[in-house]
């Protein structure tokens, strides 16, 4: 049975695990040399530490199961999905959508979600309402598609995020 609930800082050794499991898997193959070394140095330990105490930038979302870290997610504020990630023996379960819908019950004035999605992710994007908004780029040898999803009602966060 999958248990959701906001981050603690307790996590953190199981939100790196997870983080960098997924990183070798499914996001650096894709990457240049460069761009592994900085998306590496984003999950260095006291870097992610201190997104986690920074509330006022940045909300994070778990997923467990039986003690295991099965999904996480990250918004920075107010509306862009910094992270989504689902370990791979829990994908395709719905894991990644309901950690989704706590991103945005967290920021429930927030109309318009963008996110830089890794080019292997934006089919999975695009299942949870996101439609790609040009196309895709490079930024210091991170290849990602920029995307957003629109929810109804005035958007509040456009031109903050």
């Known amino acids: 049975m999958l248990v959701y609930r906001p ?4 996590d953190l050794d199981a939100m790196l695990a997870l983080l960098h499991r997924s990183a ?5 193959p894709g990457l ?13 330990r006291p870097v992610l530490a201190d997104k986690l ?5 940045f909300g994070f979302e778990l997923a467990w199961c039986a003690g295991q870290l099965a999904g996480l997610a990250a918004v920075r504020w107010p509306a862009h999905v910094y992270y989504l990630f689902v370990d791979d023996p829990f994908q395709r379960q719905g894991v990644a959508r ?5 991103l945005q019950a967290s920021a429930p004035d927030a109309r318009l979600w963008r ?3 890794a080019p292997g992710a934006v089919v999975a994007y695009q ?3 996101f439609v790609a ?24 966060a456009d031109g903050l995020a």
């Open 7 to 10: 981050a603690v800082t307790d």
């Open 24 to 28: 070798q898997r499914h996001v650096l």
């Open 32 to 44: 240049s040399p460069q761009g592994q070394a900085h998306y590496l140095a984003q999950l260095d």
């Open 53 to 57: 105490a920074d509330r006022q930038r």
């Open 98 to 102: 309901q950690l989704w819908q706590r």
């Open 115 to 117: 996110v830089n999605a």
């Open 127 to 129: 299942r949870l309402g």
């Open 133 to 156: 908004t040009g196309p895709e780029q490079q930024l210091q040898g991170i290849r990602y598609v920029p995307m957003q999803c629109q929810r109804a009602g005035p958007d509040l």
